[in-house]
Nanobody, 127 residues
Framework: QVHLVESGGGLVQPGDSLKLNCAAS????????MGWFRQAPGKEREFVAA????????YYADSVKGRFTITGDNDKKMEELQMNRMGPEEAGVYCC????????????????????WGQGNQVTVSS
């Protein structure tokens, strides 16, 4: 059974940076896609970033392009999300996700395309 565990969340001030980590255990396959989603109180879960299994292609929500960077290492079974110049609107519970299925360019953005999920890590952006 695949188990994803996030770490690195916490409280930051607007404009600050934060890095989230996600470690996978029990995974006996190479991920086809790894991603991050977030959910703010009272809002639906939204896509943040994803990376292809070989690390050569990444995908971002428009709102985070140029500020967030996703990296992934299939061999180490981990992924990271570096978040820079964060704003209060980006607070929420961040979840990492993993998929063994092949993705087309459009499916990286969709939560239903990921089979495995972490429990989530709270990120608060406030002064």
């Amino acid at each position: 059974q695949v188990h994803l565990v996030e770490s690195g969340g916490g409280l930051v001030q607007p404009g600050d940076s934060l890095k989230l980590n996600c470690a996978a255990s029990g995974r006996t396959f190479r991920s086809a896609a790894m991603g991050w989603f977030r959910q703010a109180p009272g809002k639906e879960r939204e896509f943040v970033a994803a990376i292809r299994w070989d690390g050569r292609r990444s995908y971002y929500a428009d709102s985070v392009k140029g500020r967030f960077t996703i990296t992934g290492d299939n061999d180490k079974k981990m992924e990271e999300l570096q978040m820079n110049r964060m704003g209060p609107e980006e607070a929420g519970v961040y979840c990492c996700a993993d998929s063994a299925r092949r993705h087309n360019s459009g499916s990286y953005y969709s939560a239903i395309e990921y089979e495995y999920w972490g429990q989530g890590n709270q990120v608060t952006v406030s002064s």
